[in-house]
């Protein structure tokens, strides 16, 4: 059998096999910070919502949107800056961080470092038809259950599946009795 013939390998366990090989790459204590968003509408009588899924630019795998942070702006700002840069994303960015998650960032075919994620929740109003990334990613709108099935990381998984957008407490509001004094 030539080499020609031979079954070609799958590439199976990418990020694993990178990281048996250098396992010190975890040991390290340099975790890479990131910050996420978890774009959601809701659909219906806003009893249901959809979360927003793209593709990332090279492995076209599912993914939320995140990038690295940036200078002079606040992580739930980076979050939406990102959101809109990759996927058009309006809305609000809540401020606090709903979660986090880790995952193995391929910097090359033999480099990897570990990210920590923290994810913030932006209600999306509204969809940009141009945006610096516009053609280079796939969106989706699914429900939490199918956006956790579409992505890789555990913990991310997890977030997905579980997640319930946080509502404003509703304002009170006082009533004057009626009737004299």
Known sequence: MKNDDKPKKAKTGG?????????????????LQQYGAI??????????IEILLITSRDSRRWVIPKGWPIKKK?????????????????????KKPIGRYT???EFGPD?????????????????????????????AWVPPDEAARRVRELELKSLLVS????????EMKLRRRGGGG
């Open 103 to 105: 995952y193995l960032k």
């Open 15 to 31: 990020l694993l096999q990178h990281l048996a090989a250098a396992p010190e790459a975890l040991f390290k204590g340099v975790f």
């Open 39 to 48: 774009c959601f509408r809701y659909i219906g009588n806003e009893d249901q």
């Open 74 to 94: 606040k992580p739930f700002e980076t979050a939406a800056t990102e959101a809109f840069e990759e996927a058009g994303v309006e809305g609000s960015a809540r």
């Open 111 to 139: 480099v990897v470092s570990p990210c920590i994620v923290d994810l913030f929740e932006i209600e999306v109003v509204a969809l940009a038809d141009d945006f610096k990334e516009c053609g280079e990613r796939v969106l």
């Open 163 to 170: 997640f319930r957008p946080h509502r404003p407490k509703p």
